[in-house]
């Protein structure tokens, strides 16, 4: 066990401890307290010792001023007690000395053998949880010789922090309870970090009433009604509530998690599920919204749950619809129904996607683009984001836009393949095949006109006067999707030859502060002559898609108002 001199060495800096006399002594035991050693304790000297009433203290413990302790039954030890802070009404509150407190704890993501193990820790990003798990090799062979160190670096004190309440709880045990957090009705707290990074006074962090958690880090975010977790780290602003289970799982900003469950899911930036019966397994997301009874299958009984698949930004799935794993579905489409072929459905972003009744895909590319819903979507994200009132530090980076250089160049790569696919005859049911997914001609025709339409309104808002700038001669680069960071593949390259994480997230940060440079300096090189030909039509082709998608929001107001007609009284 630690000596209290051990456990306030950090702390002497800034206030003096001292051990209890004999009337102090008395004085607690008169107050129904009751100590294994006494000498283990040690206060601040103006505490006020009537407000520790009924407390089993078991191990070392340093208490500071302001502090309200009370029916602690199970015991109480091997922490510092931080001013201000309140525990009431608790099973019991305990440190061992060798807990890391969730802090380096391995979450085996998408692939639940273990093969692709994150690590988690205090300021854990979703970019850097994706490179680690999407690239194991870089976390194994590059980050391996520091990963260790990071990790210690970043380890929790065994503290209940300043002004912190825990009250009506269960057993914590070997659980960092930071700043301000409050702990009301948990069940059972173990091996964790609850951390607070707010501004004082603006603390989001919080454990509600039945939540049980294990082996976990929660950072600026909640856990409410009963909510369960067990080998997860759970980012800024992040809610999961009403019964959610979760296992072996990271949580990234802003997401909504409710009555369904996770398994081995690397939930990027606002991810929501809501509905019961909803499990979301072995697989990637980011700006997903999950219907009700969203089902994966990553287990084939052959070699074990090593099946994962990875659901592009903004992907929705309608309500029962199922994916066999492995399968990669593109940016803003919509799912619905049984998909058994392991689709892979990237080359089309904003796509319906429907499940036939031998589970094949049928595949309606870029009639997503129509919906006057992706507006609402890109101009909510932002305005919902529950880390900027708390002025806390951003530790995912998050780019919005939908219409961004990876959805327009897939677009612009999609428009080739469709040109292709047009050349060929029909199959005898008059569908088109393409890597295992079914297209009928008149889809694909629509598919290509309203790609272009796209691709021109992405350009009247990126070009100031609507001319394409000359090119530079150097080849444009790739882009990908990090964790909800657009950024050019050579920055990932750039990330994969980083010294530590520090290096790594300072690239991500320089992504993302250049992004618009980037992009425009991307666009110069990427449209060729065909485009520059064309840059008349940016305008009128921008207000034909405008017009398209206010025509939708106008029917679907129209519709909207035939059913209120329909159920008024």
Known sequence: MKTP??????????????????????????????????????IEPDLDLTNIVNVRFKGAVAICSGVVLRDIPGGLG??????????????????????????????????????????????LSSQMATL??????????RLNPTIRDFIDSRATPAEIGEGAVIINSGPLKNVSVGREVVIDGAARLTNGSVINNASPGKCFTRIGSGVEAADFILEDARLESKAAIFKCYVGQGVEISHGFSAQESLFFANSTMENGESHALLAGPYTVS????TLLIGCQTSFMNAGSTTNQSNHMYKLGPVHWGLLE????????????????????????????????SSEFPFSYLFGDERGATVVVPAVMLRSCGLLRDEMKWPNRDRRLKRKLPLYDKITFDVL????????????HTIEDLLTRPADDDLFMRYKGMKFTRAALERAKNLYNLAIFKYMSVVLEDENIPEGDGENPDEWLDLGGLIMPRRYLDRI?????????????????????ELQKEWVARRFDEWWRQHETHIKVNAEKFDEMVEEDRHQYLQMLARETEMLAL
């Open 496 to 516: 994969r030859e980083a010294e530590g994480i520090a290096e790594a997230e300072e690239i991500c940060a320089e992504a993302y502060a250049r992004y618009d």
């Open 5 to 42: 001199q051990k456990i306030c060495e950090m702390e002497r800096e800034e206030t003096e401890f001292r051990k209890l006399s004999e009337k102090e002594i008395a004085l607690l035991e008169k107050n129904g307290n009751r100590a294994v050693n006494w000498a283990d304790i040690l």
């Open 313 to 344: 930004r903004g992907v929705k799935t309608a309500s029962g619809s199922y994916l066999m794993l492995g399968a990669k579905i593109g940016a803003f489409s919509l799912l619905m129904g049984s998909h058994k072929t392991h689709p892979d």
């Open 404 to 415: 961004n250089p990876f959805t327009v160049d897939t677009m612009l790569k999609a428009i």
């Open 78 to 123: 091997g922490l510092t007690i931080r001013r201000g802070s309140r525990i009431e009404n608790v099973a019991s509150v305990e440190f061992e000395p060798e807990s890391m407190h969730g802090v380096g704890v391995m979450v085996a993501v998408l692939d639940e053998t273990g093969s692709r193990n994150v690590p988690i820790y205090p300021g």
């Open 274 to 277: 809501m509905h019961k019966g």
């Open 132 to 141: 680690m798990a999407r690239d194991p090799k870089w976390l194994e062979c």
